[in-house]
């Protein structure tokens, strides 16, 4: 902590996501990529090596059922690997209000940080999806001036950091603005 934070800041709020919701958001994505590629791998099998060793030789019965088995076993071994990546590294998410500014510090092995100062902040917008009202939680985007992206003449505000699935996002909402305007 002491590598991203200077010494001279206050930590106000230092919390992560809302366990339940990464855990259930972890699950579906991970069924999500594990279905792809399963599907992806196994499509690649059965044009190249599948058909030539096992569907002509052995009959159509059994190569059905060599290629099931295949199909399962790849997406159990697929879902479980993803699941345990997908699933780390939303537990690895960070955030830190100080009483400079809003860190945002990611990533399992090679740490990211992301640093929001209170006096950039130009919008603060709250969200909560289906999930997140589940168990309580709620996102914040936090906006600045360097967010915005102009396109046909409309410009269009793009959040500089989301503080995702937090149990407390009132609060932190609060305790931003008030920040904000000191």
């Known amino acids: 902590m002491a590598d991203y934070i200077d010494a001279k800041e206050q930590i ?9 919701v990464y855990l259930y958001s972890s699950l579906l994505k991970s ?4 279905l792809f590629l399963t599907l992806f791998i196994s499509q690649l099998v ?29 997406f159990m071994v697929l879902y479980m690997l993803s699941f345990l990546l997908i699933y780390n590294n ?14 945002k510090i990611t990533g399992l092995v090679f740490k990211r940080v992301k640093f929001v100062a209170y006096n ?9 999806g289906p999930i997140e009202r589940m168990f309580g939680a709620g996102s914040i985007g936090v906006g600045t001036a360097s967010g915005n992206v102009v396109g046909n003449g409309y410009i269009y505000s793009k959040n500089e950091l989301d ?16 920040q904000r305007k000191q």
């Open 31 to 34: 069924l999500f990529v594990s």
């Open 120 to 128: 950039q902040v130009t919008d603060v917008k709250m969200s909560r």
């Open 90 to 103: 939303q537990r690895s998410i960070r955030y830190v209000l100080t009483n400079c500014g809003i860190y």
């Open 12 to 20: 106000i709020i230092d919390t992560r996501k809302n366990a339940r």
């Open 46 to 74: 059965y044009m190249g090596i599948f058909w030539m060793n096992f569907g002509v030789a052995s009959g159509v019965e059994s190569g059905f059922s060599v290629g099931f088995t295949f199909v399962a076993f790849l």
């Open 163 to 178: 503080i995702e699935s937090v149990d407390d996002y009132n609060n932190i909402r609060e305790i931003i603005i008030k």
